[in-house]
């Protein structure tokens, strides 16, 4: 079955303590890429990839780390995590980019920061 | 920065009635495409569009890519209880894909 695995789903962690949020797909897919989602924000691109060992900020970068060493997992590093990034982030990959981006995404992971 | 603009918010309907949201840009997309959030899920694919005018359905749902390439519909008829969710649209310029507020459905049965 295609899918996004986000790990973990819930996450309660304390200011300033490192953590990471991983996420794999088994669909082959070359893009990758990390939301977070706030009450009337929708959907705000973290980073994206668009292939192994090719990343770049999206809208809303600051606070965040990824890496994309292969082609199947691309995680979400916060540093130093701080209150202001308490939020529902998402995972997402597509196939190609330009054309077909039906974007899968993952489950979420509710990440609270205290 | 964020550049689509969607509404309404929020909506709360009666079961049976029929539904539309909009999404509009200030730039051109090459691509549209409406996504429904379930509660306590990732959004999940409804409905994509590649051309300008395009209209395209999947059961009840209708949505169509307007004609300037700035702006998106999409249409629920018959509505039911389980089209409760947050609907999103998306866009894709040249760069990135971006995404709507999200309109927040409330059927009454």
């Known amino acids: 079955e295609a899918q996004v695995t986000q790990n973990p789903r819930y996450l309660i962690t304390v200011t300033g303590k490192k953590l990471t949020v991983t996420c794999s797909q088994n669909m082959n897919h070359e893009y990758m890429s990390w939301y977070r989602q706030d009450p009337g924000l929708g959907l705000r691109q973290i980073y994206y990839?668009?292939?192994?060992?090719?990343?770049d900020k999206g809208d809303v970068p600051e606070g965040y780390k990824v890496s994309r060493k292969e082609k199947r997992n691309f995680p979400l590093i916060l540093e130093s995590p701080s209150p202001n990034q308490t939020s529902l982030y998402f995972c997402?990959?597509?196939?190609?980019?330009?054309?077909?981006?039906?974007?899968?995404f993952g489950q979420g992971t509710r990440l609270t920061v205290v | 920065g964020q550049q689509l603009n969607q509404s309404p918010q929020s909506m709360f309907i009666q079961e049976g009635e029929d539904v539309s949201m909009n999404c509009t840009s200030s730039?051109?997309?090459?691509?549209w495409l409406w996504y429904k959030q379930d509660p306590g899920e990732g959004p999940v694919l409804l409905i994509a569009l590649y051309k300008a005018g395009e209209l395209t359905s999947n059961g009840r749902l209708t949505a169509q890519f307007g004609i300037t390439r700035k702006d998106s519909f999409l249409n629920i008829s018959a509505s039911i209880p389980s089209d409760v969710g947050i609907y999103f649209c998306a866009g894709q310029p040249l760069d990135n894909m971006r995404f709507g507020a999200g309109t927040r459905l409330t059927v009454k049965p």
């Open positions: 730039s051109i997309f090459n691509t």
């Open positions: 990839s668009m292939n192994v060992e090719v990343t």
């Open positions: 997402a990959s597509n196939s190609r980019w330009g054309r077909e981006t039906e974007a899968f």
